[in-house]
């Protein structure tokens, strides 16, 4: 049982099409990781729009992967860049949501052969 993701509306969304289920595993492990450097580099230069640009990018797919606590912190990174909030107050937030995608990818590939 995966401890960091859960696959069930993957599955669900493809009547249990285990070849689009992977195909969603490997854009997740290979783009999520960009985008969250993105993310990053539009908070520490207070590029509002592109961090909110990225987070609604990402948003929909961390709620697919049943990575509910990363969504939820997306939606505040997201909400930080629409109100142009100050940067010291989403650092910690941001680590958090690139350290549970982090562990979801490592277990991603463990568990798919990716």
Avoid: C, R
Avoid at 99 to 104: G, I, L, N, T, Y
Wanted: aromatic content about 10%; proline content about 2%.
């Amino acid at each position: 049982m995966a401890l960091h993701y859960n696959l069930s509306k993957v599955y669900q969304l493809s009547d249990n099409d285990s070849e689009f289920v992977n195909q969603i595993l490997v854009l997740f492990v290979n783009e999520i990781p960009k985008d969250l450097l993105e993310i990053k580099t539009g908070i520490y230069s207070e590029l509002h729009k592109e961090v909110f640009a990225y987070a609604h990018k990402i948003k929909p797919t961390l709620d697919l992967l049943g990575m509910h606590v990363a969504f939820e912190e997306m939606v505040l990174i997201e909400a930080w860049a629409k109100a142009e909030g100050n940067t010291k107050n989403i650092k910690e937030t941001y680590k958090s949501v690139k350290s549970q995608v982090k562990d979801a990818i490592k277990e991603i590939k463990k568990d798919f052969n990716l």
